[in-house]
């Protein structure tokens, strides 16, 4: 065999074969793939238009055990722009046209900002601003700009790809205030605007929808269960959940304390929220309706909204003494001189009492219908902005059928329930304040978060009126550093910028949806990482109170016409108030004792049970104090639960399980002059 001939390689020519060969091993090779901006980054992004200023791959699935990671917003207003008669808030979240239609301001915002009313009365000052939005943005949107837009489409893009996963967006209106507001685009109906935003957050998705390559391909997506949700962030987007907060779900409102609305509109009106999505709602807000009364609003505030409640239903707000720990905000005596101009000749906002805080409206017969209804199509009750007295029996009914469903979103419900929400399976949201305060709050709960296994959620409420964390300026201490990495490390997220203005959370706060990343930042620098851990944990818990209210089947009562016996029963010539008038399902029906103390009412349940949960549904006569007893054979009784502080209504005794074939209520202590009552008894296992 011929060998082949030899050649002489000049220098440079070796060289760069071994620059090529160097490169192949250090560069992938090109293919298809490599100029593969990213499942994160779209295809056709309209120009121009706001930056992200965030790269790294967004993390995608769940933890070891199955669990999903991320932050979770239980309370935004992505739309509120389409509430309010169309004209409270400026701007769009998203537009068709662009960022410079969507992000610009009211028209009687111009030319500087003279007629910008609501401006000013939220504000203060005389409501004067630089109107411009796009491209310049030097006075809006800001953190105490309450009246112009922050949650467009890339703001909310950034913070998901900063680590967030579930974003409830609240469908959100006031009739009242649209009608008393200058400006306006269309009619104030309250379900019109609800179904109207409902359809534009379904716009919004394919809109973003359109910019990677059609339906089902961005990072936006609205589901409608639990199991929806998971499925969504497992591929690392971002679930978005519709909600309702409005003053008059259904119609209900309520004029001289007369209802405006029956049974069959709640109905109705459930089933028609149930099509569009909505899976959590408030049944009252600012204003008292024919559902419940509401949780007041404090100082100046609350005296224009306390009018605009007479407005509305010609009752201004009725306080009580309070029964419990528990009390509403303090309505305040501040003036509200622009809103009390509206009231008639002759008619004044009422002082009150300051030891009576308590809105003496509670949850209407109405309202207890309306939470069943909830209940049986596994919505989830929002229980912010209700009175305590309404909270309270919102609680009972809930307890009663054990059902998990129950969700405080942004700090407005008095913080001794805390516990009653996680016993019940429930989750809770902070209001999006500043990371001092919000790491307080955080931190007073630690002991009770770790005791129920549980994360924690904010409330941005952005676009909601709210007002949102200011800077705490540039010479802190502890500052946000620019770039800084997302909590689950894999990505880099720098100073945001859109058009000409870039803002910097340590000198502008939170000025839009697009910071919460960087406030999330901050309450690591401020509170630790344990605060943050805690909310990353947040999603999960969200999902699980969520999942546990779908999966939800009120238990198997085993007291439904089990044979009874009582100590005694009141004596009555034209009806019955035998033991058995408690177990008969006929809430119209019930046992009475004697007018004495020492009374029981005892249940056979026919066999041997696991007994955890009973139900007390008392009429007038209640038990202040008495116990719940089990036995396995009707002579030898052990107390499974007892109180001292009965206040009738709708009680459930909650303990361990216990095998039990009867089941005992004792009363030890009447709280009335008359003897114990009861309209049903229930009894089960779960």
Known sequence: ???????????FAVLSILLTVLAMVIVPAASSSAADPGWWNPVARPAPDSEINVTGEPFKGTDAQGRVRGFVDAHDHLMSNEGFGGRLICGKPFSEQGVADALKDCPEHYPDGTLAIFDFITKGGDGKHDPNGWPTFKDWPAHDSLTHQQNYYAWVERAWRGGQRVLVNDLVTNGVICSVYFFKDRGCDEMTAIRLEAQKTYDMQAYIDKMYGGPGKGWFRIVTDSAQAREVIKQGKLAVVLGVETSEPFGCKQILDIAQCSKEDI????????????????????????????????????TAINVGQFLSTGTFWKTEQCTGPQHDNPIGLAAAPEAQKQLPAGVAVPSYASNAQCNS????????????????RKMMLEVDHMSVKAAGRAFDILETESYPGVISSHSWMDSEWSERVYKLGGFIAQYMSGSEGFSAEAKSKDALRDKYGVGLGYGTDMNGVGGWPGPRGAGTPNPVKYPF????????????????????????GASH??????????????????????????????????????????????????????????WNPFTSYASGRAVDGDTGSRWASDWSDDQWLQ?????????KRVTLNWERAYGKGYRIEVSSDGTNWQSAWSTTTGDGGLDTALFDGVSARYVRVHGVQRGTKWGYSLYEVGVYSS
């Open 485 to 508: 990495r997302s909590t689950d490390g894999g990505s880099v997220i720098d100073k945001q910028t859109t058009g000409q203005r870039t803002w910097d959370l340590n000198t502008d």
């Open 513 to 570: 949806y697009g910071l919460v990343p960087d406030w999330i930042e901050d309450i690591r620098n401020v509170g630790g990482q344990g605060v943050v851990d805690d909310l990353f944990k947040g999603a999960e818990s969200y999902l699980g109170t969520w999942g546990a209210s779908e999966r939800h089947k009120a238990g198997v009562n085993l007291a439904a016409g089990a044979p009874t016996s009582a100590s005694s029963a009141e």
């Open 361 to 376: 409206r509670g949850l209407t017969d109405l309202g207890e219908y309306a939470v069943r209804g909830m209940m049986k």
């Open 267 to 302: 109905d109705r009106g459930l089933d028609e929220l149930h099509k569009l999505g909505v899976r959590s709602m408030f049944l009252c807000h600012k204003f008292d309706n024919a559902l419940c009364g509401v949780r007041f609003d404090e100082g100046a505030l609350g």
């Open 603 to 611: 249940i056979d349940l026919g066999s041997t049970n696991l007994v």
């Open 1 to 11: 065999m011929t060998p082949l001939p030899r050649f002489r390689r000049r220098p």
